[in-house]
C-alpha cells in the first residue's frame, strides 16, 4: 500500500501548483486540457475570455477592478462543513461555519443563492444537520440547495437527509433547477457504494439526466454540483466517481459546463474541452494533498493557520463567456 | 497386557474430551471459542486479511478521527456507523470467506478467513 501510494506521490507532485494555459480556441473536443490547481489556502482566481483562461493568485486579487467581477448571476459553494465534528484537527467546527457565513455577507456582490456540495453532517444526526441550516440562516443569501455527502447518509438510506434537503427533488435527492438562464443540477454519487468502488451515481439518475437536459439549447450555461468529484482525482482514496463519464457524456452540446464538487477538502480545478471542474475548500477541516500523506483523513495544522485552509467559493456568470468566473477565498 | 490397558486408558481420554467439547459448544452461545482484533487506522483494515478457527469474535476498532463501518460484501453482517474509539464485534459460527468493506469508504476493504 505504502510503495503504492509513493508512485502515486509523484504524479501528483507534477502537476502541483501548475497553471498551464491552453491558447487553443477549438472548443468542445479538444484533447489537451488545461489545468489550474490551487491547493488548499492559496486560492484561485480564473475567468474564461473568448476562450482563453486567465488565472491569478489569490494575492492578486485586490488589484483587479471589481467590475470584472460582476456578471448576470453570483452565488457561493460551501462545502464540507461536517456539523459534529469535534477531533483535533477543528474543535469548532460551528465556529469556522460562522466565519464562512461572515465571509459571504462581505462579499462585494452579494450572491443570490448557496449551493451546499455535501458532508452538511459528520454523523447523520438530526442536531446536526438543523445546526448547519440555522447557521446559514444567518447568509445574505436565504435560498440554500444542497446535495448530500457520505456522511448525510449514513442511516437508513439518507432518510433524515432527505426529509430537510429533498424537498422537490426526484426520489433519490437529485433535482435541477434554472436561474437566469443558467441550468443547475444537484447530483447524489454517494449512495449504494460497492467494495473497491468510487462514488457512483447509478442508472435511474443517469436516465434522469439524459431526459433533464436534453430540451435545452446547447448555449444554455450548465453548472452540475455533487459530493464527491464527478472527475478522477485519486482513485487510491476514492476521489472520483465510477460512472461519471456517462453523465458527461450526456453534457456534451453545452458550449459551457461548470462541474462543482466537494469531498476532497481542498480547492482544484482543471478544465478539459468545454467542461470546468472544480472542487471546494471545506468550512471544517482540510485534508491532505492526494497521496501525500498514508490517508485523506483530517490534517491537522496549527489552531492560527487552520482558517487559512477553509474557504468558500464565489461564482460569477456572466453572459457571454465561455466559463463561469470561479474564486476561492479563504476564511482567515 | 500393558498393551491392553493402555488402549483402555486412551478410549477413556477420547471420551472425556468429546465430552468436554459438547458441553463447549453450549457455552459459545454466550462466549465465544476465541477472540481476534482488527484495528482501523488511517483509512485501513489492519490485518487487511485475518485467519480464524470457527466460533471465533472479532472486533473491530476504529481509531481514525473519520467515522467508518464495518459491512460484509455478501450481507453476513454489518456494523452501524463507528465513530473514533467504537467497537463491533462479530462472531463467525461457519467456515469459509467473508470479504467486507467500508460503506463510507469503500476503497477500504477485508477479509475474514474462517477454518
Known amino acids: ?332 | 497386557m500393558c498393551i491392553g490397558s493402555l488402549a483402555v486408558a486412551a478410549l477413556m481420554g477420547l471420551g472425556g474430551i468429546a465430552a468436554e467439547r459438547r458441553s463447549f459448544a453450549a457455552s459459545a452461545q454466550e462466549k465465544p471459542a476465541s477472540t481476534a482484533e482488527v484495528k482501523i487506522d488511517n483509512f485501513s483494515f489492519g490485518p487487511t486479511a485475518i485467519t480464524v478457527a470457527v466460533g471465533t469474535s472479532v472486533t473491530w476498532t476504529n481509531r481514525d478521527d473519520i467515522p467508518h463501518t464495518v459491512v460484509s460484501t455478501e450481507k453476513v453482517f454489518k456494523s452501524k456507523v463507528l465513530d473514533t474509539d467504537e467497537k463491533f464485534s462479530f462472531t463467525f459460527t461457519k467456515p469459509g470467506e467473508y470479504p467486507y468493506f467500508c460503506s463510507i469508504h469503500p476503497k477500504m476493504t477485508g477479509k475474514v478467513i474462517v477454518q
Open chain 1, 1 to 332: 500500500m505504502a510503495s503504492d501510494m509513493k508512485g502515486h506521490n509523484g504524479k501528483a507532485g507534477e502537476t502541483n501548483d501548475e497553471i498551464l494555459h491552453d491558447h487553443n480556441r477549438d472548443g468542445v473536443d479538444r484533447r489537451g486540457f488545461l489545468k489550474c490547481m490551487a491547493w488548499a489556502g492559496t486560492g484561485a482566481f480564473c475567468v474564461m475570455q473568448g476562450g482563453v483562461l486567465k488565472s491569478y493568485s489569490m494575492s492578486r486579487i485586490a488589484e483587479m477592478n471589481p467590475d470584472e467581477m460582476k456578471g448576470e448571476l453570483s452565488f457561493v459553494q460551501i462545502s464540507d462543513s461536517h456539523m459534529g465534528f469535534n477531533k483535533a484537527a477543528n474543535p469548532d467546527v460551528a465556529a469556522t461555519l460562522k466565519a464562512a457565513v461572515d465571509k459571504i455577507n462581505a462579499l462585494s456582490t452579494p450572491p443570490e443563492f448557496l449551493l451546499h456540495t455535501g458532508d452538511v453532517s459528520h454523523l447523520s444526526k438530526p442536531e446536526e444537520f438543523d445546526g448547519v441550516a440555522e447557521i446559514l440562516k444567518g447568509a445574505s443569501a436565504k435560498d440554500v440547495f444542497y446535495v448530500p455527502g457520505e456522511h448525510d447518509v449514513l442511516n437508513d438510506d439518507g432518510k433524515e437527509y432527505l426529509e430537510r434537503f429533498g424537498k422537490g427533488a426526484q426520489a433519490g435527492g437529485w433535482y435541477s433547477f434554472e436561474k437566469k438562464g443558467v441550468h443547475f443540477v444537484g447530483m447524489v454519487n454517494v449512495m449504494n457504494l460497492k467494495a473497491g468502488g468510487l462514488g457512483t451515481l447509478g442508472n435511474e439518475q443517469l436516465e434522469w439526466l439524459e431526459k433533464d437536459v436534453k430540451h435545452l439549447k446547447s448555449s444554455t450555461p450548465i453548472v452540475v454540483f455533487a459530493h464527491i468529484p464527478l472527475w478522477t482525482v485519486y482513485p487510491d482514496w476514492g476521489w472520483g466517481t465510477a460512472d461519471s463519464a456517462q453523465a458527461l457524456g450526456y453534457l456534451k452540446k453545452f458550449g459551457s459546463v461548470t462541474v462543482l464538487n466537494g469531498h476532497i477538502h481542498q480547492t482544484m480545478q482543471k478544465v478539459e474541452g468545454n467542461v470546468t471542474f472544480h472542487t471546494a475548500c471545506s468550512t471544517a477541516f482540510p485534508q491532505p494533498k492526494p497521496g501525500e500523506a498514508p490517508s485523506p483523513g483530517p490534517m491537522k495544522v496549527p489552531a492560527e493557520q487552520l482558517r487559512s485552509v477553509l474557504g468558500i467559493t464565489d461564482v460569477n456568470y456572466v453572459r457571454g463567456q465561455h466559463a463561469l468566473a470561479v474564486v476561492d477565498s479563504t476564511l482567515a
